[in-house]
């Protein structure tokens, strides 16, 4: 891939943010040489590497690998048999313990977990463990050897506290005793790897021992002496076998690490890749990005792309697209106004996902692979400076000639400006018709109306404009495909304060054709608008349609599941009953034959114990309640045909049938404004006929109109009922009123003693679709009906 397009597109700036996720010295190097690829089988690779990653994040946390050390210097060091220092052993300790984190991290919780593309570097990790733990164990810090490290250096580190012992004893009473006067302070100090006192100058005499040596001003010297001289060789001593015990230590540590040189070389690979996989799953979690479909086809199509450099609570979302019924894009509009940010989105997503990072944009955004990407896109220079800005942009645009073909994207910003309209117009169509001609994806910005002429009358190239608000004076930075841009100056400078008079006379400066061809475009985009609007309703309706359609089966359900419930605990109770009642006349049998009656009345008490229980038995079958079972259809496929009245059973629904069953006898049954998709043995034919609700038309100005049967009435009577039965029948009536699009209905409760309106009404306050509610006026129903007004 060409620097200059790195560049011109701020990839750069991609990979320091990427580097900045990455938590290795060798991860954030990777980063940093990370380009876009032209092989698509490489790039899937990544981009699945990259979402295996993301899952991981999501299901279990992020995975750090701060403590994976750049030790191959080191290794290459083991290899001709070199003893590493204590830094260099203790970075490989860290290394393998993040390997055992990473091992650690990468274990299944449950057998059911899938596998991923990042199993098998998982699974080649080796935490060599063991000698993790005897450099641990041996080595405490970059500065300390532990006393445990071998019997030798645990015997000599004694040997030298003992000596040290005595030095400290000896040196303490010479300088507590009569000996004070001579020293300049009483601390005992250390000079060449020796023990001193510091003696005053002119008392050098009367302290005999070696000089070691004195002070800047000669007033002190440091005196080691001659009772302590003996401790201090032996001491050196020690010093001295303690440095070959460590050097022994490390030779050993240095021998195990060089057993398992192979395994630690795979390590630093395995981990210094993961750190690097993982740091690109970072960034798209932090972008909200999505793993981008690729295709051979040369298309782009980006669905609400956002740039990634700019702040994600202010980009505009915008859908591209190119190559699939159009290889040529010329985005024309005023300045300002978004199109170079298009144009740079398209670029920069583009090399995003060919280095295996995931995009900035909605799923299912499709993506293809360029050998190469060429992009023209600079800031538009002064008056003075404008041949060099245009000599600038035409050296670009012929080496991008001489060097592109069908395997590249050419983007190009403001092509053909920085001339004379006339030529510059004339200049970028032969450009660009020549790309086009060669089958190659472009991408133009232009404010040359010539060029929405051509895109217009050439098969294979599309216009597309960005959308400016005239009103607010803004551009909502919206990419409009098929839609030529405007350049609005004669209304941006009427909305501004030019004299009208002023832009009558531009008017006339301009020819009729480009008059009426703005005209046209004028009317193109307030199509749009209208289009887009009604489209915009009719996906209101369909969730509106949607959410009611939920609520209706959500009611249902409940309704089902409180009688199962309610039968339930009837039959517990019933039984609990009959259970008491026979206990009871067997305790009352029990007590007649404790009474000592005569065989004879025994018998006859035993015969009537066992008819009274066969009639309780009897009993308990009557009362013992059963669940209803649904009733299920027995209607064939050859019984239905198109208008027949049904009932959807499931839904206790009433409904027509609008289309045959399938092979799996699936069907689709119109019920009032809903259309659904239903088994036919869900279904019962009935007598009466059902008028299948309302019709969706348009009307002018793009409404939406609803057209209901004059089934519903305007007014429900609850006069007699209860609370619980009126809110029951009104909740019917008023879903069934709404849907057809009735604007206000009446509820006529009466006065009473109030609490029939005062239930209606606070039932009234729980409806997310009512508006409104008030009494009826005198002489109307007055405090006895309620006037209900539904949300349009």
């Known amino acids: 891939m060409n620097e200059k397009a790195l560049k011109t597109l701020e990839y750069y700036k991609i990979i320091d943010m990427l580097e900045a996720f990455a938590t290795s010295s060798i991860g954030k190097n990777k980063c940093r040489q990370l380009r876009p690829l032209d092989n698509l089988t490489e790039i899937e690779t990544m981009q699945q590497e990259t979402a295996d990653a993301l899952s991981r994040i999501y299901q279990k946390g992020s995975l750090s690998f701060s403590g994976v050390k750049d030790v191959r210097g080191s290794l290459k060091r083991l290899e001709i048999g070199s003893t590493l220092g204590i830094g260099e052993l203790l970075a490989i300790r860290s290394l393998l313990e993040n390997a055992s984190r990473a091992k650690a991290y990468s274990r299944r919780e449950t057998e059911n977990e899938h596998t991923d593309s990042l199993d098998n570097m998982f699974e080649l990790i080796e935490p060599l463990s063991p000698l993790a733990t005897e450099i641990g164990r041996c080595i405490l810090s970059e500065d300390e050897i532990s006393d445990d490290a071998s019997t030798g250096l645990r015997q000599v580190r004694r040997s030298m506290k003992l000596t040290n012992d005595k030095i400290h004893t000896q040196l303490s009473s010479f300088v507590s005793g009569n000996s004070r006067t001579y020293l300049q302070d009483a601390v005992v100090t250390m000079r060449n790897g020796r023990y001193c006192i510091p003696v005053k100058a002119e008392y050098k005499s009367q302290v005999p021992g070696m000089i070691h040596d004195q002070s800047s001003t000669g007033s002190t010297i440091f005196v080691e002496p001659m009772t302590i001289v003996r401790l201090n060789n032996e001491m050196r001593e020690l010093e001295i076998q303690e440095q070959k015990e460590i050097e022994m230590i490390l030779s050993n540590l240095s021998q195990l690490a060089a057993e398992n040189l192979d395994a630690i070389f795979d390590d630093v690979k395995l981990l210094s890749e993961l750190d690097f996989i993982f740091a690109r799953a970072q960034l798209a979690k932090s972008q909200n990005a999505t793993e981008p479909r690729f295709n051979r086809d040369r298309i782009i ?21 190119i190559g699939e019924t159009f290889d040529l ?7 300002t106004g978004g199109k170079t940010v298009s144009l740079k989105t398209v670029g920069l997503l583009t090399l995003m996902g060919q280095s295996g990072l995931h995009i ?15 992009a023209d896109i600079g800031d538009e220079q002064s008056i003075e400076q404008s041949l060099s800005t245009f000599s600038s942009h035409m050296t670009n645009v012929v080496r991008f000639m001489e060097t592109a073909d069908s395997d590249s994207l050419v983007l190009f910003d403001e092509l053909g400006a920085g001339t004379d309209p006339t030529e510059g117009a004339a200049l970028a169509i032969a450009i660009l018709s020549t790309l086009h001609e060669r089958g190659i994806r472009a991408m133009a910005t232009t404010h040359y109306s010539e060029l929405k002429v051509y895109a217009l009358s050439t098969p294979g190239v599309e216009n597309a404009s960005c959308e400016f608000d005239v009103e607010t004076l803004r551009p909502t930075y919206r990419l409009l495909i098929g839609v030529p841009g405007k350049s609005n100056a004669f209304a941006i400078s009427q909305k501004l304060g030019l004299p009208l008079s002023i832009i009558e006379r531009a008017k006339e400066q301009i020819s009729q054709e480009d008059e009426t061809f703005e005209d046209v475009l004028s009317n193109l985009e307030e199509s749009r608008k209208t289009i887009e609007s009604e489209r915009e309703e009719l996906l209101s309706y369909k969730e509106e349609i949607k959410t009611l359609k939920e609520q209706l089966e959500a009611k249902q359900d409940k309704l089902d599941q409180r009688k199962e419930r309610i039968i339930a605990e009837a039959n517990e109770e019933a039984h609990r009953i009959l259970r008491e009642a026979k206990d009871y006349a067997d305790q009352t049998m029990r007590i007649f034959n404790k009474a000592g009656k005569d065989s004879m009345s025994a018998k006859e008490l035993e015969k009537h114990r066992s008819d009274l229980r066969k009639k309780m038995d009897k009993a308990g079958k009557k009362v013992a309640l059963k669940t209803p079972q649904k009733q299920k259809s027995t209607l064939r496929p050859q019984d239905l045909s198109l208008g027949d009245s049904v009932k959807v059973m499931s839904l206790n629904v009433k409904g027509t049938v609008s289309s045959k069953p399938d092979s799996k006898g699936m069907l689709f049954v119109q019920m009032g404004i809903l259309r659904s998709k239903v088994h036919i043995s869900d279904l019962q034919l009935i007598d ?3 008028i299948t609700g309302p019709a969706l038309s348009r009307t002018g100005a793009g409404k939406i109109k609803m057209n209901k049967s004059a089934s519903v009435r305007t007014e429900i009577n609850l006069l007699g009922k209860t609370v619980d039965e009126a809110v029951s029948e009104l909740d019917k009536y008023l879903d069934d009123a709404y849907l057809a699009h009735l604007s206000s209905v009446r509820i006529v409760h009466g006065k009473g003693t109030g609490a029939l309106r005062k239930g209606v009404h606070n039932y009234l306050k729980r409806l997310k679709y009512v508006q409104d509610f008030h009494l009826a006026e005198f002489g109307e129903g007055d405090a006895g009906v309620t006037i209900v007004e539904f949300k349009k």
């Open 301 to 321: 199509d980006i669905k609400k792309a956002r740039h990634p450099l700019i702040d994600k609570h202010k980009v505009v979302p915008i859908d591209i697209r």
């Open 688 to 690: 009466e006929p059902v």
């Open 360 to 374: 900035p944009a909605f799923d299912n955004s499709r993506l293809s692979v360029f050998r190469e990407v060429y």
């Open 329 to 335: 894009l010329i985005v024309t509009g005023p300045n």
